[in-house]
């Protein structure tokens, strides 16, 4: 069993940043690929970027490239997503969900509560 916990979110006016972080209770959080995904009001939850089990690997969304570095440190069981240049567009609960490496739900087993991000224009 992992539990997530999010944090770091908040409100940003646009071109602003944020650095969201999410930490894995357990021993076994190097064994799961970690993956943020978000969702905005009256849509589905939709993927943002996902970082393999040693680091090496990360794959992002179009919408994010560029702007978003996932990343983590085994050692401290957390997972990170830097957002910079944020758009009003960006604004949704993020989540972080820990299981197999690629960009659909179902690959997840573990999920966070989220952490909303409000980007202001």
């Known amino acids: 069993q992992v539990q997530l916990v999010e944090s770091g979110g908040g409100l940003v006016q646009a071109g602003g940043s944020l650095r969201l972080s999410c930490a894995a209770s357990g021993r076994t959080f190097s064994t799961y690929a970690m993956g943020w995904f978000r969702q905005a009001p009256g849509k589905e939850r939709e993927f943002v970027a996902v970082?393999?089990?040693?680091?090496?690997?990360?794959d992002y969304s179009d919408s994010v490239k560029g702007r978003f570095t996932i990343s983590r440190d085994n050692a401290k069981n957390t997972a990170y997503l830097q957002m910079n240049s944020l758009k009003p567009e960006d604004t949704a609960v993020y989540y972080c969900?820990?299981?197999?490496?690629?960009?659909?739900?179902?690959?997840?087993?573990?999920w966070g509560q989220g952490t909303q991000v409000t980007v202001s224009s």
């Open positions: 969900a820990a299981g197999t490496y690629g960009m659909v739900t179902p690959l997840y087993y573990y």
């Open positions: 970082i393999s089990r040693s680091g090496s690997n990360t």
